[in-house]
């Protein structure tokens, strides 16, 4: 498909566990990125790719996290010794060009920890 | 730091109504504004941004930098606005990250 897909698209995880979700972009977008959207909240950045460069991690929330995107294509977000404050839909998004301009968004990894 | 408030939760209005999705922010630059909007079963799309100044589906959303807000009119509501909308902010100059608001779910009554 030309959207932007990410799988799985449901995960239920008990907690201590080990995560790892992915995204696979819209082919030739230069940026990614992952948000995370609680119930009842508007997405949260986490963290920002340009290609392979992992330019902003910011937003992630712990050491935890981790997010990588080795040939500047597809993601994953990986999350380690999950908690239930994980529990959230992750939403990856790509875009044509390098500063945030449309973003194209998957529709979302859905974590629920147990 | 920058802040998107979307005061109402939840706005339900009759078909044919006039529609004001209201997004106040708080940032002391020049941002990039913007309006996402998510149907029922779909994924999170942009609807408009302030530097376009067009009009989508019959949307329009003026940035007000002295009242610092960027709400979305519609004059005439249509079943099919029915979504939630999110308001975005983007601070420019070579910033990443959008900062979105909680969102409004928008309710069209038949």
């Known amino acids: 498909g030309a959207g932007v897909s990410q799988s799985p698209r449901y995960k239920v995880a008990k907690r201590g566990q080990d995560v790892a979700l992915r995204c696979d972009p819209i082919?030739?977008?230069?940026?990614l990125f992952w948000y995370q959207q609680a119930l009842g909240q508007g997405p949260e950045f986490l963290t920002y790719?340009?290609?392979?460069?992992?330019?902003?991690k910011s937003g992630l929330p712990s050491d935890r996290f981790f997010a990588e995107r080795p040939e500047g294509s597809v993601s994953t977000l990986k999350i380690q010794r999950t908690q239930q404050e994980d529990s959230a839909v992750y939403l990856c998004?790509?875009?044509?060009?390098?500063?945030?301009?449309?973003?194209?968004f998957g529709e979302g990894s859905r974590l629920t920890v147990l | 730091a920058q802040r998107v408030t979307q005061p109402e939760k939840l706005l339900s209005v009759f078909k044919g109504a006039p529609v004001e999705l209201k997004c106040n922010y708080s940032?002391?630059?020049?941002?990039?504004l913007f309006w996402y909007v998510q149907y029922s079963r779909q994924r999170l799309q942009l609807l408009l941004r302030?530097?376009s100044r067009e009009s989508i589906k019959g949307f329009t959303a003026d940035l007000n930098k002295g009242e610092t807000s960027f709400h979305l009119k519609k004059p005439f509501a249509q079943e099919e606005d029915s979504a939630m909308y999110y308001c975005?902010?983007?601070?420019?100059?070579?910033?990443?990250?959008?900062?979105f608001g909680k969102g409004t779910k928008l309710s069209v009554i038949p």
């Open positions: 998004a790509s875009s044509l060009v390098v500063l945030t301009g449309e973003l194209f």
């Open positions: 082919s030739g977008h230069v940026s």
């Open positions: 790719f340009q290609n392979e460069a992992q330019l902003d």
């Open positions: 940032y002391s630059g020049s941002p990039e």
């Open positions: 302030h530097i």
């Open positions: 975005a902010l983007n601070s420019g100059a070579g910033s990443y990250q959008l900062t």
